[in-house]
């Protein structure tokens, strides 16, 4: 069985609503999509009461996305 590659999403550097390509297979990732049709979340960790990172998973090519720098609200 083919092991899922895995990457790591800087969303300080993405520019607009916070959609992106999946780093392998180009397949728009968008923070608004709940339905999990194109990505699944697999872990989140959280630091007190701030997101530190996100753990993603596309259905498409089944890579593996580690999202981090989100934004602290002040």
Do not use: A, W
């Given at each position: ?45 959280v630091k007190g009461q701030t997101l530190e990172e996100l ?18 609200p002040e």
């Amino acid at each position: 069985m083919k092991q899922p590659l895995i990457y790591q999403v800087d969303l300080t550097k993405i520019h607009g609503e916070g959609d992106f390509p999946c780093p392998n297979c180009g397949v728009v990732i968008s923070p608004e999509d709940e339905t999990e049709n194109v990505y699944r979340i697999l872990e989140t960790k959280v630091k007190g009461q701030t997101l530190e990172e996100l753990v993603i998973q596309c259905n498409k090519c089944e890579s593996k996305i580690h999202l981090v720098g989100f934004i602290i609200p002040e």
